[in-house]
T-cell receptor, first 109, second 112 residues
């Protein structure tokens, strides 16, 4: 069983819409959850991290965590073409990260 | 300064060459990581250094040899690589192992 699972997509949304990216994880001991954005040919860039159940908002981004369901999501409001990238979910059950396979997002102008 | 730097940006090497990748951070982080990433795949952990000591080696072939000379610097020595080792090599650091990781820009390696 994979540690972290994401829908690989591709996910396409029109400009201005809300993009919803989902991630499930298997280790109930996981304490920290991270979302990274990776443009083609570039390195991962941290968007947000979340430790507690509930929502955490930062600008157009909202991370949602539900530890009971072992589920973490990222919502991108007012999606822009510049948001087109691969989004990686990462989970930390200990001293290392486990990355999901990433979801490819395309925002259509 | 929240930057992790990596040199070189690009590297082409033959299978008999010896080369090194360099990573540097000045954020006072005590954990540093090497990842390998192939196209359309997530980063794959290779090594973790915690307080300058190797704490995790994910069964990486011995042709990859990491070194952490001090708390700011991480090297990856390459020797007798195979074409399948061609990939983007990413360095990351975090305050301590397991905390938020910050990635460098990567070195794109091509082995001929």
């Amino acid at each position: 069983q994979k540690e972290v699972e994401q829908n690989s997509g591709p996910l396409s949304v029109p400009e201005g819409a809300i993009a919803s990216l989902n991630c499930t994880y298997s280790d109930r001991g996981s304490q920290s959850f991270f979302w990274y954005r990776q443009y083609s040919g570039k390195s991962p860039e941290l968007i947000m991290f979340i430790y507690s159940n509930g929502d955490k908002e930062d600008g157009r981004f909202t991370a949602q965590l539900n530890k009971a369901s072992q589920y973490v999501s990222l919502l991108i409001r007012d999606s822009q073409p510049s948001d087109s990238a691969t989004y990686l979910c990462a989970v930390n059950p200990g001293n290392q990260f486990y990355f999901g396979t990433g979801t490819s997002l395309t925002v259509i102008p | 300064d929240t930057e992790v730097t990596q040199t070189p940006k690009h590297l082409v090497m033959g299978m008999t060459n010896k080369k090194s990748l360099k990573c540097e951070q000045h954020m006072g982080h005590r954990a540093m990581y090497w990842y390998k990433q192939k196209a359309k795949k997530p980063p794959e952990l290779m090594f973790v250094y915690s307080y300058e000591k190797l704490s995790i080696n994910e069964s990486v072939p011995s042709r990859f040899s990491p070194e952490c000379p001090n708390s700011s610097l991480l090297n990856l020595h390459l020797h007798a690589l195979q074409p399948e080792d061609s990939a983007l090599y990413l360095c990351a650091s975090s305050p301590i192992a397991g905390e938020t990781q910050y990635f460098g820009p990567g070195t794109r390696l091509l082995v001929l």
